[in-house]
């Protein structure tokens, strides 16, 4: 019943932009957090950044100062802009959200990033 589907995902350019974004199939205020974790090869599942209900928001070290998530309620979508991409931001990009009432975790399909010259 709950659906995430990202989308923007794709080949860029040391030093280029990507726009991930995450439509959910239903109202935004119906999760209490929503993020993005990536999965490179041969490395475990990170958490990317989050946005809380309230609207802060969480960043890993590594893309802090390059990266920014933000949503859009009436649109039921969370972005992820990210700039300045480095080959090592290369990772399946995966949208989560967490219901707010049964606490229950939601993941999307994934999005590849990959970023090279």
């Known amino acids: 019943q709950v659906q995430l589907v990202e989308s923007g995902g794709g080949l860029v350019q040391p030093g280029g932009s990507l726009r991930l974004s995450c439509a959910t199939s239903?109202?935004?205020?119906?999760?209490?957090?929503m993020g993005w974790y990536r999965q490179a090869p041969g490395k475990e599942r990170e958490l990317v950044a989050r946005?809380?209900?309230?609207?802060?928001?969480n960043y890993a070290d590594s893309v802090k100062g390059r990266f920014t998530i933000s949503r859009d309620n009436a649109k039921n979508t969370v972005y992820l802009q990210m700039n300045s991409l480095k080959p090592e931001d290369t990772a399946v990009y995966y949208c989560y959200a967490r219901e707010s009432i049964t606490a229950d975790d939601y993941w999307g399909q994934g999005t590849q990033v990959t970023v090279s010259s």
């Open positions: 239903r109202s935004i205020f119906r999760f209490n957090r």
């Open positions: 946005i809380i209900s309230g609207g802060s928001t």
